[in-house]
């Protein structure tokens, strides 16, 4: 399922393709997606195009795109195999094309193989309002982070993949955070020290960063908005990687745990406390880059 980096790539790809045209018609193919009652077309100019947790908004409303506030929104989630598709010119109906967004000036068309992605039209943003705090505001700091911990007997792992406190990270990247801040993946969420906690706030934050910037992680199905794969799969420290030596402190072998019905990838040697206080030549926050 796509994660918060390949969301936010979609949108950051779409956002100034789309921004201030206007929706002719949105066409919708198969009988599984009810989007709901369209807005009039006079109230169908794109303010914008946003990410709120794992979906993809549009925000439509009268006049420019500066004007007046949005009166109506469209939301779609891509789920497991779901695609937007930007086409500056509308070509013939793809295998598994399920809707298509007619503008002005080009096409959006949503595929999704397995048909389990959803489109619909909302007139209250807070109907899809993420329960969690995104990573990616500047809410999104270091006591924040803290009290959100605080108390939780779950391991980290299993802490990081609910949607209720932080929002958008999923199997892949938890993995990769842990690994980055030097977290064991069974500790106790809410037993993490001050350093550590602030390791895993700036591991999150660079992640996520590194992600988006290479246009997410592609293993089967997310393409992007242009229909490319994703890149950061070939930049993964320890998922999938089961076996193979670690790349940062170059003697662990990558093992995979089971937590919660989800494969945990971790490195044993450099994914504990004493590693950290004994590295040799570690400056402070040096060994949240890979090598």
């Given at each position: 399922?796509p994660?918060?980096p ?7 790809q779409l956002r100034?393709?789309?921004t201030?045209?206007?929706l ?5 193919f198969d009988g599984l997606l009810r989007?709901g009652?369209a807005?009039?077309?006079a109230?169908?100019r794109?303010?914008r195009v946003e990410r ?6 549009f925000?439509?409303?009268?006049g ?12 779609c989630?891509?789920?497991m195999t779901g695609r937007?598709?930007?086409q ?5 109906a ?7 967004l007619?503008?002005?000036r080009?096409?959006v ?15 209250r943003?807070?109907e899809?309002?993420p329960q969690?705090?995104?990573p990616?505001?500047?809410d ?5 982070l803290?009290?959100l911990?605080?108390g939780?007997r779950?391991e980290?792992k ?7 406190r ?6 892949i990247?938890?993995s ?8 064991a993946?069974?500790r106790?969420?809410?037993h993490?020290?001050?350093a550590?906690?602030?390791?895993l706030f700036e591991?999150i934050?660079?992640?996520l960063?590194e ?7 592609t293993?089967s199905d997310f ?7 994703g ?13 193979q030596r ?6 662990g072998?990558i093992r995979?745990?089971v937590?919660q ?7 044993p040697t450099?994914?504990?406390?004493r590693?950290w206080?004994?590295?040799p030549?570690?400056a402070?926050?040096e060994?949240?880059r890979?090598?």
């Amino acid at each position: 399922m796509p994660e918060l980096p390949e969301v936010e790539t979609v949108v950051r790809q779409l956002r100034p393709k789309v921004t201030g045209q206007h929706l002719e018609r949105l066409l919708v193919f198969d009988g599984l997606l009810r989007p709901g009652r369209a807005p009039a077309p006079a109230q169908r100019r794109i303010h914008r195009v946003e990410r709120m947790g794992k979906q993809i908004v549009f925000s439509f409303g009268p006049g420019r795109p500066s004007g007046r506030p949005p009166r109506a929104w469209l939301a779609c989630h891509l789920r497991m195999t779901g695609r937007l598709i930007w086409q500056a010119r509308q070509r013939d109906a793809q295998p598994d094309l399920r809707a298509r967004l007619v503008l002005d000036r080009g096409v959006v068309d949503f595929i999704d193989t397995r048909r389990f992605g959803t489109l619909r039209w909302l007139r209250r943003i807070e109907e899809i309002q993420p329960q969690g705090l995104d990573p990616m505001t500047p809410d999104f700091t270091v006591s924040a982070l803290e009290g959100l911990l605080a108390g939780s007997r779950q391991e980290v792992k299993v802490w990081l993949l609910r949607q209720d406190r932080l929002v958008g990270l999923g199997n892949i990247y938890a993995s990769e955070i842990l690994h980055r801040a030097g977290l064991a993946p069974r500790r106790r969420a809410g037993h993490l020290g001050k350093a550590e906690t602030r390791r895993l706030f700036e591991a999150i934050g660079s992640v996520l960063s590194e992600a988006i910037t290479n246009c997410g992680t592609t293993f089967s199905d997310f393409r992007d908005a242009r229909g490319e794969l994703g890149a950061y799969q070939q930049m993964l420290a320890v998922y999938g990687r089961e076996g193979q030596r670690c790349r940062r402190c170059r003697q662990g072998e990558i093992r995979r745990v089971v937590q919660q019905q989800r494969s945990t990838f971790y490195c044993p040697t450099c994914q504990t406390r004493r590693w950290w206080r004994t590295a040799p030549g570690e400056a402070p926050g040096e060994a949240l880059r890979m090598r």
